[in-house]
């Protein structure tokens, strides 16, 4: 059992940074893959960027890729996904999720999800 909780959203100028943070608790966290995703309004929760659970591996969507960075210190029990170059397109509700596979792109692959933390971008 994982329990995760996202924190570090907010309202940021285009152009601006933010990171996002996941705290998990349970101690199989060093052994789980994560993902971000993320849910606009009005649309279908989308993929952003996972990776394994040793951090040695990442896959990033091609819409972010380049501008945001996937990472974890198992030691915190903690993931980021630091974002730059923000875009008003990247404004959303981000969402941390665990999984039992490797590396995964799927939401159905992910077991336990966070609650979400809101991301802004103004123009």
């Known amino acids: 059992q994982v329990q995760l909780v996202e924190s570090g959203g907010g309202l940021v100028q285009a152009g601006g940074s933010l990171r996002l943070s996941c705290a998990a608790s349970?101690?199989?966290?060093?052994?789980?893959?994560m993902g971000w995703f993320r849910q606009a309004p009005g649309k279908e929760r989308e993929f952003v960027a996972t990776i394994s659970w040793s951090g040695v591996s990442t896959y990033y969507a091609d819409s972010v890729k380049g501008r945001f960075t996937i990472s974890r210190d198992n030691a915190k029990n903690t993931a980021y996904l630091q974002m730059n170059s923000l875009e008003p397109e990247d404004t959303a509700v981000y969402y941390c999720a665990a999984t039992r596979r490797y590396l995964s792109t799927t939401t159905s692959e992910y077991a336990y999800w966070g609650q979400g933390t809101q991301v802004t971008v103004s123009s």
């Open positions: 349970g101690r199989t966290f060093s052994s789980t893959g």
